[in-house]
């Protein structure tokens, strides 16, 4: 089945289990295409439990607006979840920014993805993942980490919301159905004081979260990836291996990629099943590692894939030296032209 692009306003959504790299991924293409990330966390729209759940630090968000995080008081739900991620992707278009949508939340993102967004936008996914090995020591370190940041004074805060707001142990909604509360609460019942209890709240709260993450795997693979396939929307895979390879595996492939596929004019649209992904280049439709072809199945980010691509999508007089060609472009195309020229160029900054 094949379909023709006629909405103008894109959308890059970033998925992926808890811990891979959605919120380092999302600000680094944010800065190159100076746009801002909207959140797709069904837990990290609470004021409440910004180290449990692992919200992004002003350090890590790196000069980067993220919307619908950290505006929900601890006892309610995100019932109007879909209605502000709406608005705030609308601003951001009227804006002339593309928006990044980054987020894990199973319960969010196929209905935004599906009702909300496949009429209106022109939508590209990245998916993060890891080997299951890789991934459970990184998520055993995050809670290592989340301890020494401060988790036990904020659950202790937490616990007290909890017995003015919530007054009742079935933990089945607010902040407190996060992964972590639960596993602690018979320690913060103990008033602190219970080593034995800390020791065990910390055991749990790393196996809960690596089942938690093998859940979403799962998820992606047989659920959401699916469903991209079907509604042939533009999906590629990136293996999150080591810090010293997320330049060159994730990175910078993955921008690559980005700002082919808004610089692209598509026409009629094609459904490639095979796709490399890697630190590679685009060539005729498909991108090729930067190894060798015969290499390129030894790959850890080889993933047989559903990608749609057009069938013209450069125009022959791009090669041009001059750039006024740039002024026949729509104007948030030229923003990504200009930012991506930055993002290479960086002596020059862009004006707009």
């Known amino acids: 089945m094949t379909g023709t692009v006629s ?8 998925v992926g289990p808890t811990g891979v790299g959605k919120t380092k991924l999302g600000v680094a293409i944010a800065k190159v295409l100076m746009t801002e ?10 004021s409440a439990g910004g180290i449990m759940t692992a919200k992004a630090t002003a350090e890590e968000m790196n000069g980067i607006k993220h919307h619908l995080v950290d505006y929900l008081p601890a006892d309610e739900e995100p019932d109007d979840f879909f209605r502000l991620a709406s608005a705030a992707i609308d601003d951001l278009h009227r804006r002339n920014c ?34 299951e090995s890789t991934l459970c020591s990184r998520l055993d370190d995050r809670v290592d980490e989340m301890i020494y940041n401060g988790l036990l004074s904020e659950l202790k805060d937490i616990y007290k919301l909890e017995k ?5 142990e079935v933990f089945s909604r607010g902040i407190w159905k996060a992964i972590g509360y639960r596993e602690f609460h018979p320690y ?40 991209l396939k079907d509604q042939q929307i533009p999906q590629h895979s990136f293996e999150v291996t080591t810090s010293g390879r997320w330049q060159a595996d994730v990175e910078e492939p993955a921008i690559r990629i980005c700002t082919d596929w808004i610089l692209a004019k598509p026409k009629k649209s094609i459904c490639v099943d095979r796709v490399a992904i890697s630190a590679g280049r685009q060539q005729s439709g498909n991108y090729e590692s930067s190894s060798s072809a015969s290499s390129s199945t030894s790959s850890s980010a080889f993933c047989h894939l559903p990608s749609v691509y057009s069938e013209d999508e450069t125009d022959s007089s791009s090669s041009s030296s001059d750039l006024h060609w740039i002024d026949n472009l729509s104007k948030p195309t030229s923003r990504v032209v200009l930012c991506l020229l930055t993002y290479l160029f960086p002596f020059r900054k862009p004006k707009f």
Do not use: C, H
Request: aromatic share 10%.
């Open 164 to 168: 003015k707001l919530l007054r009742t």
């Open 7 to 14: 909405n103008p306003r894109s959308v890059l959504v970033i």
């Open 98 to 131: 593309i928006p990044v949508l980054v987020g894990g939340s199973t319960s969010l993102t196929i209905p935004l993805l599906f009702d909300k967004f496949k009429p209106r936008y022109r939508i590209l996914v990245f998916t993060l993942w890891s080997a």
């Open 188 to 227: 913060l019942a103990s008033n602190g004081e219970n080593n034995i209890l800390l020791s065990d709240g910390i055991s749990q709260m790393k196996e809960n979260t690596k089942l938690y993450a093998k859940a979403q795997i799962s998820w992606l693979k047989f659920k959401l990836i699916p469903l």
């Open 37 to 46: 990330v909207v959140s797709v966390d069904s837990l990290q729209v609470y």
